[in-house]
């Protein structure tokens, strides 16, 4: 295996061992956020080592707003009925923020559900052209919502880590949810760039610290979503990878 894979991923395991060292290593973790906000923990096996997913719901009047779908596709409906249990309220809408598989693979099964799911109109075009999941309703532009009491935006900042990456901005609580274009600020590099622009992925993130300078909470995919050094952080390893392709 490659050095810098090995790094990346030997950092996500020691993210995941702080994070979720919990009897029995359950398969969904839910960890209270902020207020109305959650982030659930689901896992999945890349290269051969068990990786943490992270997503966030938010809690309504008008029903539960989901970010992204579980990883380990055996946890879409206990995620469904953990939320009812723990709040009696049901799931109404999902946005998926880029076509990959951790975020998207879930898109089908709450359709079913009856539940709204939504991707930008790049995605669901990846998404066909990758056998993907597919979501109900396609986001033509950056889109604002009114759910409840609670009004949050999606935000395209351009090809990073996919050609497609949006991230979600909650303005209230100040919650920038950076999805897989944002790694941990202990990440030692920018992960999986099968399908990124390194050229670009740099610009793309100065785009979103731009737009959202002061951010109180930074989610992550894969990382320790705890720091808010993680943009930065982030940005700065875009930097040196492009510096590093000038060579």
Request: glycine letters at 6%; proline letters at 3%.
């Amino acid at each position: 295996m490659p050095m810098k894979k090995t790094q990346f991923i030997l950092t996500i395991l020691c993210s995941a061992l702080h994070l979720f060292a919990q009897p029995n290593n359950p398969k969904l973790t839910i960890t209270h956020l902020t207020g109305d906000y959650y982030i659930y923990t689901t896992h999945n096996t890349y290269e051969g080592y068990k990786i943490p997913a992270h997503g966030l719901y938010l809690v309504t009047d008008s029903g539960v707003v989901l970010i992204d779908t579980p990883w380990d596709t055996t946890q879409f409906q206990p995620l469904l009925d953990s939320i009812r249990f723990k709040h009696g309220k049901e799931v109404v809408m999902c946005i998926a923020t880029h076509w990959h598989s951790d975020r998207t693979d879930g898109l089908e099964y709450y359709k079913q559900k009856g539940i709204k799911t939504y991707t930008t109109k790049l995605t669901d075009e990846l998404c066909k052209k990758n056998d993907k999941r597919r979501a109900e309703v396609v986001i033509e532009n950056d889109t604002t919502f009114h759910i409840g009491q609670y009004t949050f935006e999606t935000y395209y900042p351009g090809w990073g880590h996919t050609e497609d990456n949006i991230v979600v901005w909650f303005h209230n609580e100040r919650i920038l949810y950076g999805g897989c274009l944002i790694k941990g600020a202990e990440s030692r590099d920018l992960g999986n760039l099968e399908d990124a622009n390194v050229d670009e992925y740099a610009s793309t993130l100065k785009r979103v610290q731009r737009k959202y300078p002061h951010a109180k909470y930074i989610l992550v995919s894969h990382h320790d979503w705890r720091s808010r050094k993680s943009l930065g952080h982030s940005l700065k390893l875009a930097r040196k990878l492009t510096r590093e392709r000038k060579k």
